[in-house]
């Protein structure tokens, strides 16, 4: 069992950064897949980012990137996701996830993720 929980989420005008942080408790899990997804309204839960926190692979949406970037501190157990060159677009509930045992193909898929945070608002003005 693993809980999770985000923060850092802001309301900042375009062009601003912003660092999201996941911290996770519960169990170890070294083998594990983390990632970012996303929930504008009226719209599906939209993959970001994800990583592997046993290993140094990241994946990324095209949409993002190039202006985000997805780390983690294993000694903290902690992931983030600095975005920078935020467009109203971006504007979301921000989720952080972790499951195990996903493979590469399925890496960017929500249904694949067992754990989940409770969400942090990033609101972005034109």
């Known amino acids: 069992q693993v809980q999770l929980a985000e923060s850092g989420g802001a309301l900042v005008q375009a062009g601003s950064s912003l660092r999201l942080s996941c911290t996770a408790s519960?169990?170890?899990?070294?083998?594990?897949?983390m990632g970012w997804f996303r929930q504008a309204p009226a719209k599906e839960r939209e993959f970001v980012a994800a990583?592997?926190?046993?290993?140094?692979?990241?994946y990324y949406s095209d949409s993002v990137k190039g202006r985000f970037i997805i780390s983690k501190d294993n000694a903290k157990s902690t992931m983030y996701l600095q975005m920078n060159s935020l467009k109203p677009e971006d504007t979301a509930v921000y989720y952080c996830?972790?499951?195990?045992?996903?493979?590469?193909?399925?890496?960017?898929?929500?249904?694949?993720?067992?754990?989940w945070g409770q969400g942090t608002q990033v609101t972005v003005s034109s």
């Open positions: 519960g169990t170890t899990f070294g083998s594990q897949a």
């Open positions: 996830a972790a499951g195990a045992y996903i493979f590469e193909s399925t890496i960017k898929k929500s249904q694949m993720y067992r754990y």
């Open positions: 990583l592997r926190w046993g290993g140094d692979s990241t």
